[in-house]
């Protein structure tokens, strides 16, 4: 989670390159230290629970909403097992062979954080957001387990490690196996879903300023609104380092030797890893302040008549192609 | 008492208490938070009961999926106080405790006089999902193709009965599943 | 600790439990959530017997039924929540002594 300032940054920086501006530059060398010094701002001010509000899933919510994308992180495998005397350590932090699945179960219970801090708050903005995250949540779920099962069918398996195991070969020598080439549609649907089930433009309607004030947070300050900022942005983490993970071959080179186990190869291993997390990450930013918010009829049609079904259709063809 | 004993009963207790902070709340919000307490204990019992494949779909089914439909109906009717609707007075609340008091202890009874044996070892891969998907398409395929109808029925009949109008074409603005602008 | 005797009481407890806030709430909302309640604690009782009497190797036939129980559950709270919605948007309430003109 100690990424989240950095990407925070990262974050204002490209915004402001995009809409060229400066972007933040007081605070340190390159303004580095800016989403610190907001952090400290944060903790200052006065945390207000508003009148009228349910005191109890109130204070609840935030951390509700942030527990999932820290557990989801867990999950993911970031490098090769190292040798470590003599006895393999594995570079994940939480085994098991249903890996996968976990994921996908997490993903579910992250709209809880949302849905009761939009309902605590008695407000009709935060009561509105709250509900557009449940819809949102629910239908782009099944859009992402529908692109994750044909990848599964792909591996064989819902083990995460056999999955980036599955990807380390190669075409030709040189064009990697990733999932992504072997299943761009499912590729294309995970992604679309991922900027869905994490609230980012332009799938933001729980929180679009222009319509819904603040969305779900609207009544909450301090310490309890940066939970939720926080929140979002490490689903955005979880999300970029599953993507890696299922479709670009995780912490896998191209033609490599996944039996070499030395610590200096495996470090290589995480550092190939966070460096197309990183790249994902940059994408996820661009794309916000490119493109504008979709109505949310609109998010509901993409959702049902042309995720799903194109989902379907995927697994499908990728089941007649296992079998011919 | 090892671990996994340990584990159980931690996890019955929870689910024991959410099922009656579920049963007993006066707002449906607050039933439904229990709720999630309650199938993330059963999620562990199952664990604990070696299927680890079923203690996560029951987190995936049940409290992601079913719960969030609770969650935003109870959020889409938004109930003041006088649309909880009433209760019921005391001495028949007392009448169904002692009921259903009185049903677990027939089940009680019956189970307690049942000679049980102990648990057989069973294999590390019992309960995951390749064990339960060999079973389900092979031997148990035709009720599994009967519930996929039953599904698709479902889904039909919770779309027409959410629909507002049927008599004429729904706008462009309707979301299938449910009109969210309630 | 950890026995069939246990687990099946278990099950009987979450069952009762269910019977009872089907029985004596009249929110309707409530009583849905109570019904799921009593499916949980049948699927307790399903995985124990799947533990406690495996049929030969890795073959978990109770595994299988709590799945479709699952389904099962997850038709009957969406067709019981459409109906709901209808209801709610005709008379403005939850509660189920209201809803009589449903029967004779």
């Known amino acids: 989670m100690q990424v989240v300032p950095v990407l925070v940054w990262v974050e204002r920086k490209v915004s402001a390159w995009i809409q060229d501006r400066v972007g933040p530059n007081r605070v340190g060398p390159l303004g580095l230290f800016q989403p610190l010094a907001d952090a400290i701002k944060l903790l200052f001010k006065e945390d207000v629970v508003p009148e009228g509000t349910d005191r109890f899933l109130f204070i609840l919510a935030p951390a509700v909403a942030f527990a999932p994308a820290a557990l989801l992180a867990t999950v993911i495998p970031f490098g090769q097992p190292m040798m470590v005397d003599g006895e393999l350590l594995p570079l994940q932090v939480c085994r098991g062979n249903v890996g996968v699945l976990l994921t996908l179960a997490l993903t579910g219970f992250s709209v809880y954080g949302l849905a009761f801090g939009g309902w605590a708050s008695n407000n009709k903005y935060a009561m509105l957001g709250g509900l557009r995250a449940g819809a949102q949540m629910l239908s782009y779920e099944i859009a992402m387990g529908l692109a994750l099962v044909s990848v599964l069918m792909t591996a064989g398996s819902v083990d995460l490690n056999v999955i980036v195991l599955d990807q380390t070969g190669t075409w030709g020598g040189f064009i990697p196996k990733w999932n992504a080439l072997r299943q761009p549609l499912a590729f294309v649907l995970f992604f679309i879903a991922a900027f869905a089930e994490t609230n980012r433009l332009p799938f933001d309607l729980p929180e679009c300023e222009a319509e819904l004030v603040g969305g779900y947070h609207t009544e909450y300050s301090s310490m309890k609104f940066s939970l939720f900022f926080l929140a979002e942005y490490a689903a955005m983490f979880a999300s970029c380092c599953l993507i890696t993970t299922l479709f670009l071959g995780g912490w896998s080179l191209p033609g490599m030797d996944v039996h070499n186990h030395s610590p200096f190869f495996s470090l290589l291993t995480v550092a190939v890893f966070f460096a197309k997390v990183s790249v994902l990450l940059f994408f996820f930013i661009v794309v916000r302040w490119t493109l504008p918010r979709f109505r949310f009829d609109q998010l509901m049609h993409l959702g049902w008549k042309t995720m799903i079904p194109l989902g379907l259709a995927n697994i499908l063809f990728t089941g007649a192609m296992a079998q011919g | ?182 | ?104």
């Open chain 3, 1 to 104: 600790m950890m026995t069939l005797h246990n687990c099946l009481l278990l099950s009987a407890l979450l069952f009762a439990t269910g019977v009872y806030g089907v029985v004596a709430r009249r929110n309707v909302l409530i009583m849905l959530m109570s019904i799921e309640l009593m499916l949980n604690g049948v699927n307790v009782a399903f995985v124990a017997l799947a533990r406690y009497y495996p049929r030969g190797s890795d073959a978990p036939a109770g595994h299988v039924f709590v799945l479709l129980t699952m389904a099962v559950a997850a038709a009957e709270a969406a067709v019981g929540l459409a109906i709901v919605l209808a209801w709610f948007r005709h008379r403005k309430t939850t509660d189920t002594d209201e809803m009589r003109s449903m029967r004779w």
């Open chain 2, 1 to 182: 008492m090892n671990l996994r004993d340990a584990f159980f009963v931690v996890f019955s207790f929870l689910a024991i208490f959410g099922a009656f902070l579920t049963v007993t709340r006066r707002h449906p919000m607050y039933s439904a938070l229990s709720l999630i307490l309650f199938f993330g204990a059963i999620s562990g019992v199952m664990m604990v009961l070696a299927a680890p494949f079923l203690a996560l779909m029951q987190l995936m089914v049940y409290a992601g999926a079913i719960l969030v439909l609770f969650l935003f109906v109870i959020m889409l009717l938004s109930l003041k106080e006088s649309e909880l609707g009433g209760e019921r007075p005391w001495p028949l609340k007392l009448l169904a405790g002692i009921g259903s008091t009185v049903l677990f202890g027939l089940l009680a009874a019956a189970i307690l006089r049942a000679p049980f044996s102990p648990a057989p070892p069973v294999p590390g891969t019992f309960g995951s999902p390749d064990a339960v998907g060999t079973v389900m398409f092979s031997e148990f395929v035709l009720p599994f193709e009967v519930v996929s109808v039953l599904i698709l029925a479902a889904t039909m009949g919770a779309v027409i009965l959410a629909k507002r109008h049927l008599d004429r074409p729904a706008p462009q603005a309707d979301p299938p599943g449910g009109g969210h602008h309630g």
